[in-house]
T-cell receptor
Framework: GAVVSQHPSWVICKSGTSVKIECRSLDFQATTMFWYRQFPKQSLMLMATSNEGSKATYEQGVEKDKFLINHASLTLSTLTVTSAHPEDSSFYIC????????????FGPGTRLTVT | KQEVTQIPAALSVPEGENLVLNCSFTDSAIYNLQWFRQDPGKGLTSLLLIQSSQREQTSGRLNASLDKSSGRSTLYIAASQPGDSATYLCAVMDSNYQLIWGAGTKLIIKP
């Protein structure tokens, strides 16, 4: 149990376009989902926390108008990278926390974004 | 502000050796501590989660300990195998349920 999926697993887009990444909790309800970014050889950096039905909370330095997060249901959150630039190329990982339980976060497999 | 440090940053050992990875944190007010494994270009695999009230957790050849008072956790890997080669990440969950990450230890097990 507690499986989180991400789609797509990798995407290449042109500079200036927008890309949407989906994060789904497959077998549990996730009241909170987290979006992380990971640059090569670095650890994960929390971008934002989203709670179902409310606006996401962004970490300092993360542009909310560039990284649009929608947590429309208890099983789906989306991250849209708007007007992507090469410096947005990174590995994006989502996690989900169950409505009940230990507070543990379950991680998706990640999405590799390359902006050309 | 919670800070998590992992030492060493990289480790290379021959196959079969037992080894210890270290994780330290500055604020003992944690909810839990988790060890993850990450293979190159891949997502995270959760290895062990230790609740703040626990001292250790074991799974197969892995054993993780937690000493909240000293702000330390260790991940012990017994009888290491080449397949254990990966980056190992330590993360503490604070009282706001946010994970604070260490930079990781890159482990190479030589056949």
């Amino acid at each position: 149990g507690a499986v989180v999926s991400q789609h797509p697993s990798w995407v290449i887009c042109k500079s200036g376009t927008s890309v949407k990444i989906e994060c789904r909790s497959l077998d549990f309800q996730a009241t909170t989902m987290f979006w992380y970014r990971q640059f090569p050889k670095q650890s994960l950096m929390l971008m934002a926390t989203s709670n179902e039905g409310s606006k996401a909370t962004y970490e300092q330095g993360v542009e909310k108008d560039k990284f649009l997060i929608n947590h429309a249901s208890l099983t789906l959150s989306t991250l849209t990278v708007t007007s992507a630039h090469p410096e947005d190329s990174s590995f994006y990982i989502c996690s989900a926390r169950q409505r009940t339980g230990s507070g543990e976060q379950y991680f998706g497999p990640g999405t590799r974004l390359t902006v050309t | 502000k919670q800070e998590v440090t992992q030492i060493p940053a990289a480790l290379s050992v021959p196959e079969g050796e037992n080894l210890v990875l270290n994780c330290s944190f500055t604020d003992s007010a944690i909810y839990n501590l988790q060890w993850f494994r990450q293979d190159p270009g891949k997502g995270l695999t959760s290895l062990l989660l230790i609740q703040s009230s626990q001292r250790e957790q074991t799974s197969g050849r892995l054993n993780a300990s937690l000493d909240k008072s000293s702000g330390r956790s260790t991940l012990y890997i017994a009888a290491s195998q080449p397949g254990d080669s990966a980056t190992y990440l330590c993360a503490v969950m604070d009282s706001n349920y946010q994970l604070i990450w260490g930079a990781g230890t890159k482990l190479i097990i030589k056949p």
